[in-house]
């Protein structure tokens, strides 16, 4: 079972391995599940000390080597929300190319709710998925009409906008309001599953959102989620993990299994 999932996670082994479950590393607590008002299996780190760990070495390898891109610069949450829309379908180096001349033309949620819609469509040219800039437009004219222009803050009232799904909301509330919101998106969710060395059947949407929540640092959520989802696009990669060179590689599960794979084979 263990080589299969260290095959399926990018990792090649040869010979027999040792079967492993997450569950010793995060485990349900019923008693949690009762007093936890968050959505998804209640779940607690088994070793606290991992996972102060992990977000103490992701922070600081962040804070060194994060990349630095031009919505990182901004706390105004709706420029923060047009590089979300433009990041869900897009590289990061095509938006880039296109956020600077978007809030060029459409500087506030007032200029974008008040254009016009063909002129959204031409500045989005190129972008693809034009159904992001609609949705983007029609939400802007939603926080004028329902929220007096008013930049929504919580989880309900900005997964109510069109476009906008707990990702998003997660991303906006943590990087513009510095709230204590997890993300959970393609490139972190890779990170927590090989980290905890999750086995397939958690590797559910909903019990990854429970470990991003569990996992999230309270007051840092803000620097936490773009060091998770930096690590996941340059260093926990799909294909080939570069675990050499990665922050967290000493406290990895899915590093540990392979090397317990390993030395059974050796033996
Ligand atoms: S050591 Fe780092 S890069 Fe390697 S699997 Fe673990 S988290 Fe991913």
Redesign the pocket.
């Known amino acids: 079972m263990a080589r299969r999932y260290l095959n399926e996670l990018g990792f090649t082994s040869q010979g027999k391995g040792p079967s492993f479950l997450a569950a010793e590393f995060l485990t349900h607590s019923p008693a949690m599940a009762k007093h936890s008002n968050q959505a998804g299996p209640a779940i607690q780190p088994a070793h606290p000390s991992t996972v102060r760990a992990f977000q103490r070495r992701l922070i600081a390898w962040y804070q060194q080597h994060g990349r630095d891109l031009p919505w990182r610069r901004t706390r105004d949450p709706y420029a923060i929300l047009v590089s979300e829309i433009m990041l869900q379908q897009t590289q990061v180096s095509r938006a880039m190319l296109y956020y600077e001349r978007f809030l060029t033309r459409y500087p506030t949620v007032e200029e974008l709710a008040h254009a016009d819609e063909g002129e959204v469509r031409e500045t989005w040219e190129g972008l693809g998925y034009y159904n992001r800039a609609r949705n983007l437009q029609r939400a802007s004219q939603e926080i004028l009409a329902k929220h007096e222009g008013r930049f929504p803050k919580t989880h309900e009232d900005l997964t109510a906008l069109p476009g906008i799904g707990d990702y998003t909301a997660g991303a906006v509330r943590s990087f513009a309001f510095h709230q204590d919101a997890a993300i959970l998106d393609t490139n972190a969710a890779r990170?927590l599953t090989?980290?905890f060395a999750l086995p397939p059947e958690q590797q559910t949407n909903r019990f990854l959102w429970s470990v991003a929540r569990r996992v999230t640092p309270a007051g840092q959520a803000h620097v936490f989620n773009q060091a998770i989802m930096d690590l996941g696009a340059t260093?926990?990669v799909a294909r080939t993990?570069?675990?050499a060179i990665?922050p967290?590689?000493i406290r990895?599960r899915?590093?540990q299994e392979r090397r317990k794979v390993r030395n059974k084979e050796r033996s």
Request: one cysteine or more; charged letters at 20%; a positive charge.
């Open positions: 990170v090989r980290f260093i926990c993990p570069r675990c990665c967290v590689k990895c899915t590093v």
